[in-house]
């Protein structure tokens, strides 16, 4: 293998074996450094191919899909485009890692006959209850719908996963971290022994028809168990039989005013890896969730989702179980006043009175009416 380069000189073209590293021109007696540069498409380090340079953005975002790049870029000023966007990828890699992290995601089945009228408004709410109350970037916040122009963030399953995915991935102490899911949710029958119901809860992606439901152990398994000390997940989900839907082991129970034992049967342990867990779901494991318009006549909203927001922007301070108190007395308020009548596919089944209960769950005991709910 040769080598073939220009006298810095005379310009006389010359030819020298690979090894070499200068070359003395004949002609004008110059004596010429050889510099070899390496092909990006084929160098490797510790035994990885490292890509071209042309590839490092889609491979980042690659990277970024699959759970397996380092964290966006934190509070400190940036000029970067959303992630929303699938843009966020060239920060300076001296900038701090994202504190605040959200993944929001709408379903509105809009080429089903029962599609869904209020969940774009639900994650639209809920980003802006984000980025204006509890200081998350909009760069830092993933928002998935069926009105999105990029294909990569359509609430497919597979977008879905992805997404949880990065949500959590390289999650450090300080961290607060935000799903939030408003769309159709279903149950299905348990096979694993760990549920003392008998039945797991799902989540519906757009093409869940095809490709499957999600179902809660695999939501735990993806954005519950990772989390490591220090971290902070909340969970909001809108949607029927949304209970326990990341099957954390503590659940709330208002009436009685005391956490309840919600282990598997099974023995299996379903914790966190040092962090903590919340959810606040829209109805428990055998109810449905109902859209509206009553609450605001201007647009069709998820009920839970919509006094959840006006509650706490009224009240920044207020408590896990005085934020649980006030969903659950405005629903009911509502629901007496027959304001569901319209409400999602199940609840054709029964009527205009519905039976709508929010619940919260947690990886842990706490006192509800001394901690406040913060995102």
């Not at 916040?141 to 497919?156: A, F, G, H, Y």
């Not at 034992?261 to 099974?266: G, M």
Request: proline share 5%.
């Amino acid at each position: 293998m040769v080598i073939k380069i220009v006298c810095l000189r005379c310009r006389q073209k010359l030819t020298a074996p690979a090894y070499a590293e200068k070359i003395t021109c004949p002609q004008c007696g110059e004596l010429n450094p050889i510099i070899k540069k390496p092909s990006p498409a084929t160098s490797r380090e510790q035994g990885k191919i490292v890509p071209p340079l042309i590839g490092k953005s889609m491979e980042k975002l690659r990277k970024l899909l699959l759970g397996n790049t380092q964290r966006l870029s934190g509070s400190s000023g940036s000029s970067s485009s959303p992630p929303s966007k699938l843009c966020a990828l060239d920060h300076s890699v001296n900038q701090l890692p994202a504190k605040k992290r959200a993944v929001l995601c709408g379903v509105s089945y809009k080429k089903w006959k029962y599609k869904l009228k209020g969940t774009i408004n639900d994650v639209m709410n809920m980003k802006t209850l984000l980025t204006q109350t509890y200081g998350f970037l909009e760069r830092n916040i993933l928002v998935l719908t069926e009105e999105e122009s990029d294909t990569r963030l359509i609430p497919t399953k597979a977008n879905i996963e992805n997404c949880l995915k990065w949500l959590v991935n390289g999650c450090q102490k300080g961290d607060s971290l935000v799903f939030y899911y408003s769309g159709h949710g279903l149950r299905q029958p348990d096979f694993n022994d760990d549920e003392l119901d008998g039945f797991d809860e799902t989540i519906c992606p757009v093409d869940f028809l095809r490709e499957g439901m999600i179902v809660d152990n695999d939501i735990y398994a993806t954005i519950v168990k990772p989390l490591s000390e220090g971290v902070t997940l909340h969970a909001i989900v809108d949607a029927c039989h949304s209970g326990t839907i990341l099957d954390l082991e503590h659940v709330y129970e208002r009436d009685k005013g005391k956490w309840i034992d919600n282990r598997p049967p099974s023995g299996v342990r379903k914790k966190t890896s040092g962090g903590i867990a919340y959810s606040i779901s829209a109805c428990e494991d055998n109810q449905v969730a109902a859209d509206t318009s009553a609450l605001n006549s201007n647009t069709m909203n998820g009920a839970m989702t919509y006094i959840l927001i006006d509650v706490v922007r009224g009240n920044p301070d207020i408590t896990y179980g005085d934020l649980l108190d006030q969903i659950e007395t405005r629903i009911e308020d509502a629901n007496q006043q027959g304001c569901f009548g319209g409400s999602r596919i199940l609840s054709k089944l029964f009527g205009p009175n519905l039976s709508q209960k929010p619940l919260l769950s947690a990886s842990e005991e706490f006192p509800v009416y001394e901690r406040k709910f913060k995102l």
